[in-house]
């Protein structure tokens, strides 16, 4: 497939063709856990890596195969690996690029279990980790030490959409020869493109946005050609975090609609935000789309769009919050994003109820501030419930 088409045209046919599958319009789901071989020679070949072929399914799977392409392609990156959830993706990334007392700078504010992890790599293995504001060069300079191996970002950060400028971590990232590895999750390769910028590697929870309708959990990584099949062999193939052939299905399928998807999400999310500001019993609106947000200058460098995530902090007690949202009706309470449904979670009671209180002020997550992604219904509904519920104060 060339890479002079469309992102569109890209993310339906990129890595699959019909007449090697018997002409199948949809690619099929290859639901086999091995395969054959045609004789016992063959078999040692295929293990030896001198003829191609699949052995078994956690090593290689046809279905996976063609979403890895796919997915490599419309990230803009030599190669890619699907896993059964993006914890698995993020994990195979960061234990791959360290080793036992390495030291990592993270973006001020990172998904919940992404914490967790890094709290078990110090604990297990003296891997510590830095956060910082990622807000300069000096800033950044500042925190990077001798046996720093890695810097990982995530932008726009969960739950609070600060922006990371990611031309300025590349800029001293190359200069200290250090690799930047992103989360893309709420982005998507649709609105960001973090290796088109000189970043190594992305990370997706493709449980959100790429899967996009709230039946999968899944990951993918994306990067070199080298690093990425040094890790299938090594950190996927033992650590065994591998993808179903019928959730690859699924993401296929939801790549295929992804562009469109995204730009009603997006339209979405910028009504509710625009509305919301509006509203007297609101405090904040965190959207990154929004012309008055901080980092908006950030948004117009390397975002197409503003995402379909926004926060909002309300006037009023604890008490008040759980009292609005007790009181929608559409807009459903549940953790995760990029569904069809528009959903809404308290970050902290719960994605970031892990992270100690502290931690959690520091990256302005208040208990009176609400997470919300934006679904794919009218905007006016989605409205209408949430003025219903806020006028409830
Ligand atoms: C959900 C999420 C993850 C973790 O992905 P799972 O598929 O739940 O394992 C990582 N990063 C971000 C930004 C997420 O939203």
């Known amino acids: 497939m060339k890479r002079d088409q469309h992102f569109e045209t890209r993310a339906i046919h990129t890595g699959y063709k019909p007449n090697e599958h018997f002409d199948s319009l949809t690619p099929p789901i290859y639901q086999t856990s091995t395969f054959t071989f045609a004789s016992m020679e063959q078999g040692g070949n295929r293990f030896a890596g001198e003829e191609a072929g699949y052995v078994y399914s956690r090593l290689g799977n046809p279905t996976v195969q063609i979403l890895e392409q796919r997915i490599a392609e419309l990230e803009g990156g030599e190669a890619a690996l699907a896993f059964g959830s993006g914890m698995a993706a993020v994990s195979a990334i960061l234990v791959g690029l360290t080793k036992a007392n390495d030291h990592i700078l993270v973006s001020n504010g990172v998904y919940g279990c992404t914490f967790g992890l890094l709290t078990m790599l110090k604990e297990k293995y003296n891997i510590d980790a830095t956060f910082s504001p990622m807000d300069s060069v000096e800033e950044i300079l500042a925190n990077i030490q001798d046996n720093t191996t890695c810097i990982y970002v995530e932008t726009p950060i969960n739950p609070t959409m600060q922006l990371i400028d990611l031309e300025l971590v590349v800029r001293v990232a190359k200069e200290k020869g250090i690799k930047v590895i992103v989360d893309n999750t709420f982005a998507t390769p649709y609105l960001q493109q973090p290796i088109a910028l000189g970043c190594d590697f992305v990370v997706h929870s493709a449980t959100k946005y790429i899967g996009g309708h709230g039946d999968v959990v899944a990951g993918v990584l994306i990067g070199d050609k080298e690093t990425i099949q040094l890790i299938r062999k090594t950190t996927q193939k033992d650590m065994g975090g591998v993808i179903s052939p019928f959730d690859a299905w699924l993401l296929l399928r939801g790549l295929k609609t992804l562009a469109v998807r995204m730009d009603r999400h997006c339209e979405n999310a910028e009504k509710l935000a625009e509305k919301l500001k509006e509203h007297p019993k609101v405090s904040t609106v965190l959207y990154p789309g929004d012309f008055e947000h901080p980092d908006h200058s950030i948004v117009a460098k390397q975002m197409k ?89």
């Open 305 to 393: 769009k503003g995402g379909g995530l926004l926060s909002f902090e309300i006037k009023g007690t604890e008490a008040d919050i759980a009292k609005v949202v007790n009181q929608l009706k559409l807009i459903r309470i549940a953790v995760s994003l990029g569904d069809a449904e528009t959903l809404i979670q308290h970050p902290a009671t719960m994605t970031h109820a892990v992270v100690p209180e502290k931690r959690r002020t520091q990256m302005g997550i208040s208990k009176k501030l609400l997470r919300m992604s934006a679904g794919l219904e009218a905007w006016q509904d989605v409205w209408a419930d949430l003025e219903q519920a806020l006028n409830q104060l």
